[in-house]
């Protein structure tokens, strides 16, 4: 099995979010592709499988489980699917899931990724969850299906969070974001938390943007917005919110060497 790796939201290689491309003719078994992200080791891996002409269907991994959206590791996808001979032409392709449906474009120099707007809901902090993030202020929360979003006053006190893992990893939760207003360079800032996925923090987080794309949009009274990742690696978007979709626009950039795996030895590594 050949893979790709590329780097996301970033203009150059070993920054941004790296992710996986495995183009397979069909997807193989779960364990063999839960060991094989975890092998390769990067946030996400993600397995494509052509189902029609510019269409795809698609499964993501984290190193240790399957989770049902990784937009960084579809823009990753993206950038190796358009550099194939039968997408050389094409503008847009199709991602589909067992959760949802995703559309890539080309834009400029950029990927432009389409995916469903995820309802928000203002409530008090859960018990424990301001302890485990070790924030003692913060300005709202609120909570979406998967995720809760915290607000602190300022970037600087984004950047300053120091989470407790073990802790995050108990809330009810898949991901944890922090975001605040910036003051220079974008509207907001972000951090995300994932440590029950096996991803303490991720490096560029599209899906949370689904979530902070309309929390902003309202917050600031406009759908088009910029964003920076405060990571280690760090990461640029540009997202735009609309009544029910988020498209979140960002680079990638394809590394020069591809890996390789051996799925029969994969298999024989299982129990």
């Not at 989770?67 to 991602?95: K, V, Y």
Request: aromatic residues 8%; contains cysteine; charged residues 20%.
């Amino acid at each position: 099995m050949h893979y790709y790796l590329v780097d996301t939201f970033t203009g150059g290689r070993y920054r941004g979010n790296p992710a996986a491309v495995a183009e397979v003719p069909a997807f193989p078994d779960d364990h063999r592709m839960q060991d094989a992200a975890h092998q390769i080791g990067v946030p996400t891996t993600a397995f494509v499988v052509l189902a029609a002409a510019g269409e795809y269907q698609v499964r993501w991994f984290t190193p240790y489980a399957e989770i049902n959206l990784c937009g960084h590791a579809t823009i990753a996808s993206a950038r190796h699917l358009f550099t194939q001979p039968g997408n050389a032409t094409r503008r847009r392709l199709r991602f589909v899931s067992g959760h949802s449906v995703l559309y890539a474009e080309r834009e400029r120099d950029l990927i432009a990724l389409d995916l469903p707007r995820a309802a928000l809901t203002v409530s008090a902090p859960p018990p424990g969850l301001l302890a485990a993030l070790g924030v003692s202020r913060i300005v709202a929360c609120a909570t979406s299906s998967d995720d809760v979003l915290v607000e602190l006053a300022s970037a600087e006190a984004v950047a300053a969070v120091s989470p407790d893992f073990a802790a995050l990893a108990r809330q009810p939760f898949r991901g944890h974001i922090v975001t605040a207003r910036a003051t220079a360079d974008a509207d907001f800032v972000s951090r995300t938390f994932f440590p029950a996925l096996g991803v303490n923090e991720d490096q560029v987080c599209v899906s949370a943007h689904t979530k902070l794309a309309p929390y902003w949009a309202e917050r600031l009274g406009r759908p088009a917005l910029s964003a920076l990742q405060l990571s280690e690696r760090g990461g640029r978007l540009e997202v735009e919110d609309s009544a029910d979709r988020v498209r979140v626009l960002g680079s990638a950039v394809l590394r020069a060497a591809a890996g390789q795996l051996a799925l029969d030895a994969i298999t024989a590594s299982q129990p």
